[in-house]
């Protein structure tokens, strides 16, 4: 079973920063892509960002330019460096992995728990 764990989120104020880290774990054979989704409260769960396990990314136009995402293929973590934090980025962040073990023949998609960020004014 892979579990992947999410960690930093909290409290920021707007235009600060926050970091975000999601590992997994479990018995991997292969970690395809990685990334980060939000759903902020009355809203349908919307892509953040991506990264394939050669470091190709893509972002959604709302955060491109603010947030990055990068990932640390040893050691089965992605993250997501947010910066210059709006009101309207208030969500619960969710990790997302496509990840391949021994128990399925094809790479299966996986989620974390979330985080909740919450950004003021």
């Known amino acids: 079973q892979v579990q992947l764990v999410e960690s930093g989120g909290g409290l920021a104020q707007a235009g600060g920063s926050l970091r975000l880290s999601c590992a997994a774990s479990g018995i991997i054979i292969r970690i395809n892509e990685m990334g980060w989704y939000r759903q902020a409260p009355g809203k349908q769960r919307e892509l953040v960002a991506t990264i394939t396990s050669g470091g190709s990314t893509n972002y959604s136009d709302s955060v491109k330019g603010r947030f990055t995402i990068s990932r640390d293929n040893a050691k089965n973590t992605v993250y997501l460096q947010m910066s210059s934090l709006k009101p309207e980025d208030t969500a619960v962040y969710y990790c997302?992995?496509?990840?391949?073990?021994?128990?399925?023949?094809?790479?299966?998609?996986?989620w974390g728990k979330g985080t909740l960020v919450t950004v003021s004014e």
């Open positions: 997302n992995a496509e990840v391949k073990t021994p128990v399925y023949s094809n790479p299966r998609n996986y």
